[in-house]
């Protein structure tokens, strides 16, 4: 049961963007940022919304590793594909154009993929891939990031979490939605349970003895050292099917790199030859499909959704109350969570007061007797 407080949707949003103004966003690129940010927190994927706020994007803007002013540039474009620099600026509001230039481009031509390079964080994947899916068509993306997964038999830190991700239309209330890294576990989670006070469970993280590590703080403050990383999907080894996991990291990475020219792996790890911080200049890829194009998107929702209407009615193990399918817990989590707002712990309740009274922001949040 959440024992957290609640604040309104809408009292969050209006804060974060009047937040991002005073740190030199645009108001209305803060408008998109807040609500990639929130989205998350919709989606119940608390380590990509409000929790990074702060961390990952006031903070890198105060220590000057990312431009609150997103100048972009299209190096490339073609009637199907973009190349477009983010000149360090917010990697939210770049993919916000990109996804928008890639829609109109696969309504008229089926197709259109595009890739972004010296770029920062972007949110959760999946806010992009279901801008292609509210325009009736499949969107896919990928993004790498600070190194922190180690290959199979590998301990060293060398590619990003990588998320992999696809949103599918449907017929039903909710699409399909599948937006994860490919590694087992992501940076944001392991702060989470930081956060929390919780440790991450075995399994997930090993140091450079092959041992696996569980105390949340060790491991961030190891990772930052690089003397640990994350596993990727199946984990250590081949026998569990970590290399399939390593190899979905490594396409990613590609993907992200070299569709652009971009750097790659150990580059954007933020820091410079002397450690001190420099600019991620990470590289993001989105491609659309447009069902029209092939039997049509009434033809692809009716197919997709008794996919996944087979797949949830499918025999469940012994104690298992039901099977899901991608999006599907997203979608519950946003049907609980619409009415009462976004619940927040006791750490950013801290930083909410900290930057509403840093500013003068005429803000009194729930959770404040």
Same mark, same amino acid.
Request: hydrophobic share 35%.
């Given at each position: 049961?959440? !024992? ?9 949003? /209006? ?24 989205? &998350? /927190?919709?989606?119940?994927?608390? &380590? ?16 000057? +590793? ?11 474009? +073609?009637? #199907? ?33 595009? +890739? ?13 891939? !279901? ?16 190194? &922190?997964?180690?290959? !199979? ?21 909710? @699409? ?5 890294? #490919? ?16 440790? +991450? ?38 026998? !569990? ?30 820091? /410079? ?44 193990? @012994? ?51």
């Amino acid at each position: 049961m959440e !024992t957290r407080p609640y604040v309104p949707w809408k009292m969050v949003n /209006d804060f974060m963007v009047d937040v991002f103004e005073k740190y030199g966003v645009p108001r209305k690129d803060a408008e998109i940022c807040a609500d990639v940010l929130l989205e &998350s /927190d919709r989606r119940g994927i608390e &380590s990509h919304g409000c929790n990074r706020f702060k961390p990952i994007y006031l903070d890198r803007i105060k220590n000057g +590793t990312l431009l609150p002013v997103t100048k972009i540039d299209i190096v490339k474009e +073609t009637p #199907t594909t973009v190349v477009m620099d983010a000149n360090n600026g917010m990697g939210m509001v770049a993919s916000h154009k990109m996804m928008e230039m890639l829609i109109e481009k696969a309504k008229k031509y089926g197709m259109a993929g595009g +890739t972004i390079f010296n770029s920062t964080h972007y949110g959760i994947a999946g806010y992009w891939t !279901t801008m292609a899916e509210k325009a009736g068509m499949i969107g896919i993306s990928g993004t790498n990031a600070r190194p &922190s997964v180690a290959p !199979t038999w590998g301990v060293e830190p060398m590619m990003g979490t990588n998320p992999l991700t696809f949103t599918m239309p449907t017929d039903e209330d909710f @699409p399909f939605n599948f937006d994860c890294a #490919t590694s087992t576990i992501q940076n944001g989670k392991i702060e989470f349970y930081e956060r929390s006070g919780k440790p +991450t469970p075995a399994g997930l993280v090993v140091n450079r003895e092959g041992e696996t590590m569980t105390d949340s703080g060790k491991i961030l403050k190891d990772m930052r050292a690089g003397q640990a990383a994350l596993c990727p999907l199946g984990g250590l080894g081949e026998a !569990t099917g970590g290399y399939k996991g390593y190899g979905f990291t490594a396409v990613v990475e590609i993907l992200s790199a070299a569709l652009a020219g971009g750097p790659y792996m150990k580059a954007l790890n933020g820091k /410079d030859e002397n450690g001190k911080p420099q600019m991620y200049r990470l590289g993001h890829f989105f491609f659309v499909i447009n069902p029209e194009f092939f039997m049509g998107l009434d033809t692809f929702e009716k197919t997709a959704g008794g996919i996944c209407r087979d797949l949830r009615a499918s025999a469940k193990a @012994p104690g298992a109350e039901r099977i899901y399918t991608a999006g599907e817990k997203e979608h519950l989590a946003w049907l609980d969570r619409k009415d009462k707002g976004v619940p927040v712990g006791e750490s950013i309740q801290k930083g909410f007061v900290a930057l509403r009274d840093e500013f003068n922001l005429p803000y009194k949040f729930p959770f404040e007797k």
